[in-house]
């Protein structure tokens, strides 16, 4: 099973002729993606060739042709499509995450960053209304390992298993996807780490929670916000299945923004040290780095085998 993205997505790419929309594809489809279109008003009606390598099992490295649609809804009526992944420069993302919604996509992958704050609550809010889910902005998407990958999360550094994630780090997730290699994951999700995010820790946490294939959740926080502090009242109040954590930023002098937008501490406010009390309180282990959080998972799932 998996939360959000399985085998069966239909995946359109947004921005899939510019540069890091193609390489991305690229990979995506060597996951095993299924990418029915890319998105660019100006190339519409033609094809881009992918040279996927040999990993895309019975295709023998053939280049798959992907068509390019002028807008979400056209690619949505030829193809079906229910996912969208957006490549899209900071200044145009808004008006790219309108059109799909619009367009009524059930899901949203924003893995620009730099948007402003201004746009992403317009935005997030507006796909909110047309029941569109984002996931983003500023992310690096999700990965069903196995089924399939919309992103940038690198997909050979894992295997599908029984670990659910959810992290505002894309560089700790890839950390804990391959320190838990050997057990692996239903879904890693990316929710970015900007001030305003369309899809949240809770959101995941319930999703996990009623997957029946995922046995542990491990969420990744980082300083700033209080968004830790208010999934463990969720842990507390909602959530069933063994929980661990991994917070970032420890070390981070009060006051200054350190990495993503959200990651600023004011006062005792959104330190790592309170986040950390609060899912400690709840009964989430919380590792003191990466490595210790891994070990945390192992003992975890150890007790409950």
């Known amino acids: 099973m998996a939360i959000y993205l399985t085998k069966e997505s239909k995946v359109l790419v947004q921005g899939m002729t510019g540069g890091e929309g193609m390489k991305h594809t690229r990979r995506m489809l060597a996951a095993g ?6 998105v660019n008003p100006r190339k519409a009606g033609r094809t881009v060739d992918f040279d996927v390598p040999q990993c895309l099992k019975g295709l023998g490295g053939t280049p798959i042709a992907v068509p390019v649609f002028g807008s979400v809804a056209d690619g949505m009526r030829a193809t079906g ?3 969208t992944v957006v490549f899209v420069p900071p200044a145009f993302t808004k008006a790219a995450v309108i059109e799909a919604a619009d367009a009524g996509i059930g899901l949203a992958v924003v893995i620009t960053e730099g948007i402003p704050v201004h746009d992403s609550v317009v935005f997030t809010a507006y ?3 047309k029941g569109t889910r984002i996931i983003g902005p500023n992310c690096p998407g999700l990965i069903t390992p196995g089924q399939s990958n919309a992103g940038i999360i690198p997909a ?3 295997k599908p298993g029984r670990i659910g994630l959810v992290s505002k780090s894309g560089t700790l997730t890839y950390q804990l996807m391959y320190e838990l290699r050997d057990i692996g994951f239903s879904t890693c999700v990316g929710i970015g780490g900007d001030p305003v995010v369309g899809t949240t820790h809770i959101d995941c946490l319930a999703a996990f929670q009623d997957d029946p294939d995922t ?3 491990v969420l990744i926080g980082e300083i700033g916000g209080d968004a830790e502090e208010r999934a463990a009242a969720y842990i507390r109040d909602h959530v069933t299945k063994p929980v661990v954590g991994y917070i970032a930023g420890f070390t981070a002098p009060e006051g200054k923004t350190m990495g993503h937008a959200g990651a600023i501490v004011s006062g005792s406010s959104g330190t790592a040290a309170a986040k950390e009390e609060a899912l400690e309180a709840v009964g989430v282990g919380v590792g003191s780095t990466p490595t210790e ?5 192992l003992e975890r799932l ?3 085998a």
């Open 302 to 304: 150890g007790a409950n």
């Open 215 to 217: 046995e542990l959740i």
């Open 293 to 297: 959080t891994a070990r945390l998972v």
């Open 81 to 83: 499509a229910d996912v």
């Open 33 to 38: 993606t299924n990418v029915v279109g890319g």
């Open 127 to 129: 796909a909110k209304a």
């Open 156 to 158: 050979d550094i894992t």
